[in-house]
């Protein structure tokens, strides 16, 4: 049937979309197949669009606002010299018609009322019935199978796929397209839509009216509409999506009892509680944290893991690629029930371990259980950073805020193998039977793949009564150890912890192989609890390491240096030391044979008197009085000495040749010096040289070989003192 397409915006007098009110068409002529009276009507959506096909002849408009009250507009002709492409085109088309005309419209009006109070009945009869289908709220297979005509935005809620309360409703509104084959299933048609027996096409309303108080609840329904939403209210109110039959389940989804999988809804935060995570600090959530940590890794974009509470696992949580740990606020107290809390109470790995790039722990607390503290020390570390053992296994790029571990039988954190870039801000270890932070290249996990770690910055680190050295870096069997660590603001404690013997690879607080390795502001402690200084500082064993104004509390010295096998250990520097009140007057740093340089830098209230043992080969030592380097050279350009001193240059030493050499190299060389020898102080030379004795830049004296010239004497005693020389007339004389 011929007819005219109108599609526009239908707004009420403020602007606004008109929703809800429905223009009427009345066909007042019979034109085909359609008769007069016939009706077609046009419901404004909420956004105010339609789009709507009016069929040739002369049509009656009326508008029927939301509250019902209808309006008659006008009576338009629409033929084929239409040009009208909206609604208010149309309406603005229509003109007064003649007498002629009117008369004509009159019988034809008389046939129509005719035949509209039949089509009223009829209608009539037809809303009776679709009320009836609608109240009735049929099952989604008895909608396919319906013949009846409903109005377009008709909606019927199936409350069941095949009977009642089976979970496979829905929600479905009639859409307007008609002329399609009917379907068998939802899912024929992609789910979303279905067509009836008449073939009009019904459309599914996706919104989250199926709600599940718990999980089992979700996975026993019987959902069968694909692409309809849900949420369980046990998972922090997770929203899932019904996905199409083939879809394979991922971890935390939902599988259903009516075969399709509910697929959970995730951005860049998968919270524990939405895969099942209790946070109550009784319940094992060691599978809802795996499959969390799992989802995120398959996201691979960066995505975090959260969680607010305290929660028990009796695994090891594996880190992967670009994953993030974050509790809401770890807390720093023993015994404290803070958010963030994770116990482990298994005794066969660590709590967590980091195996990949990219990795985020921030503000947990990692926590071993009793049972787990007293039993063997094995692999029960906090965190084992470890990549795979195999030639590409690496840990790059991991990140540590505000995570603090205590009460584990091993080290707090253990980096084992191949270890690049790493940052560790503010976390704490404390009453661990290891070491509280060890990096290692591999011996001890046993790993055949090993490698140096290197690249780590530790801010502002805690130790606190660990069985262990508080910081081991470089550990293992290659010589060169680790490489570019900085530690900053560390504070340490031993709490009457004496160093396990079995462990330990020296007495001394913290263990450091390698190069570049520096520390910076921070207090090392060799009081072993009782107020005795037992331990010294550091071991340090490699090249070009720099310990800046660092605090010494309770040591026996600050450092022993060994020598490394692969290389002499040296350019190790101590700058701006500072000793407790406990620290012990002894040698400051002793060394291996072998060791090569090794620089102090004191302030000037240093107690030490010895800083050095006599193995070392070039010590190096400056105060705000003094500069020494042993035998070695010093190359100084120029000394400036001021005009307060009492003295401008002082030498001093005990031995029975003490003075200054000088000497030129090349033309005119010369070696001589200011020296003594036994009781005497001697100006002189050491090569075949002239001796020159000069004033006011004038020669006064030579001493030549085999002679002494004497210069500008005066010929009389005038002016002269007892014991001057004088020259008469080529006599010397002493007045």
């Excluded at 040739?56 to 009576?75: H, S």
């Excluded at 019904?202 to 919104?207: C, G």
Aim: contains cysteine.
């Amino acid at each position: 049937m011929a007819s005219v397409n109108l599609t526009g915006t239908l707004t009420n007098p403020e602007g606004e979309p008109d929703e809800g009110a429905i223009v009427k068409f009345t066909l007042l002529t019979t034109t085909g197949t359609t008769v007069s009276s016939s009706k077609s009507q046009l419901e404004v959506p909420q956004d105010g669009l339609y789009d709507i096909d009016i069929v040739y002849g002369n049509l009656r408009v009326d508008y029927i606002n939301e509250d019902g009250t209808t309006r008659f507009v006008a009576i338009v002709t629409v033929n084929g010299d239409t040009v009208a492409t909206s609604l208010p085109e149309l309406l603005n088309a229509a003109v007064p018609p003649t007498d002629a005309q009117l008369l004509e419209f009159q019988g034809i009006l008389a046939d129509a009322v005719t035949a509209q109070v039949a089509a009223e009945a009829a209608e009539t009869g037809a809303v009776a019935a679709e009320a009836t289908l609608l109240a009735e709220k049929l099952t989604t297979v008895q909608l396919i199978a319906l013949s009846n005509s409903f109005a377009v935005g008709s909606v019927i809620d199936t409350l069941g796929y095949t009977s009642n309360g089976d979970g496979g409703g829905a929600r479905w509104v009639k859409s307007g397209i008609s002329g399609s084959t009917p379907s068998q299933s939802p899912a024929q048609k992609g789910g979303a839509v279905l067509s009836d027996g008449s073939g009009d096409v019904w459309a599914m309303l996706l919104s989250n009216d199926f709600e599940f108080d718990t999980f089992a609840e979700l996975q026993a329904s019987n959902i069968g509409n694909v692409y309809q939403k849900v949420v369980c209210r046990e998972r922090a109110g997770a929203t899932y999506v019904l996905q199409p039959s083939g879809y394979t389940a991922l971890a935390g989804d939902a599988t259903l009892a009516s075969g399709l999988v509910a697929a959970l809804q995730l951005s860049f935060s998968i919270n524990a509680a939405q895969m099942g995570a209790k946070l109550d600090g009784v319940t094992d959530d060691t599978i809802a944290f795996q499959n969390a940590l799992a989802r995120a890794a398959l996201m691979n974009n960066g995505v975090e893991v959260f969680f607010n509470g305290n929660t028990i696992t009796s695994q090891t949580l594996t880190m992967t690629d670009n994953t993030s740990l974050v509790g809401s606020s770890a807390s720093r107290q023993t015994g404290v029930q803070g958010s963030g809390r994770i116990t482990a109470i298994h005794s066969d790995g660590a709590v967590i371990r980091v195996n990949g790039e990219n990795v985020t722990l921030k503000n947990l607390y990692l926590r071993g259980s009793a049972a787990r503290r007293s039993g063997v020390k094995a692999d029960n570390y906090g965190i084992l950073i470890e990549g795979d053992d195999d030639a590409d296994g690496a840990v790059r790029g991991f990140r540590f805020d505000s995570v603090y571990i205590g009460n584990h039988p091993n080290h707090g954190i253990l980096s084992s193998g191949y270890m690049f870039v790493g940052t560790i801000n503010q976390c704490a270890v404390r009453d661990c039977g290891g070491h509280g932070m060890m990096f290692d290249n591999g011996v001890e996990t046993g790993r055949t793949f090993r490698g140096r770690p290197g690249g780590v910055i530790i801010q502002m680190p805690k130790f606190f009564a660990n069985s262990g050295h508080q910081l081991v870096i470089g550990s293992g069997d290659d010589d060169y150890g680790a490489y570019r660590f900085e530690v900053h603001n560390m504070d340490s404690a031993r709490a009457g912890v004496s160093l396990d013997p079995a462990i330990k690879f020296g007495d001394a607080a913290v263990y450091f192989k390698g190069e570049n390795i520096t520390t910076k502001n921070c207090a090392f402690n060799g009081d072993n609890g009782a107020g005795v200084p037992t331990y010294r500082a550091m071991i340090c064993n490699g090249r070009v390491m720099e310990h800046s104004y660092n605090r010494y509390i309770g040591t026996v010295g600050i450092a022993h240096i060994e020598q490394n096998p692969s290389f002499n250990s040296t350019n190790i520097t101590f700058d701006g030391c500072q000793f407790g009140s406990t620290s012990t007057n002894v040698v400051a740093v002793t060394t291996d044979a072998g060791v090569d340089q090794v620089k102090i830098v004191a302030p000037e209230d240093s107690t030490f008197t010895d800083w050095f043992d006599t193995n070392l080969s070039n010590p190096v030592y400056e105060a705000s009085d003094r500069i020494s380097r042993a035998t070695q050279t010093l190359d100084i350009k120029k000394i400036v000495v001021t005009s307060d001193a009492d003295a401008g240059v002082i030498i001093s030493r005990d031995s029975a040749t003490t003075g200054i050499s000088v000497a030129r190299t090349g033309t005119g060389a010369v070696v001589g010096g200011l020296t003594t020898a036994g009781g005497d102080i001697r100006v002189g030379s050491n090569s075949d040289s002239d001796v020159v004795l000069i004033r006011n830049d004038v020669q006064v004296v030579t001493v030549k070989d085999g002679t002494v010239n004497i210069a500008g004497l005066p010929t009389t005693t005038g002016g002269l003192a007892g014991g001057d020389l004088w020259n008469d007339s080529g006599t010397l004389k002493i007045v």
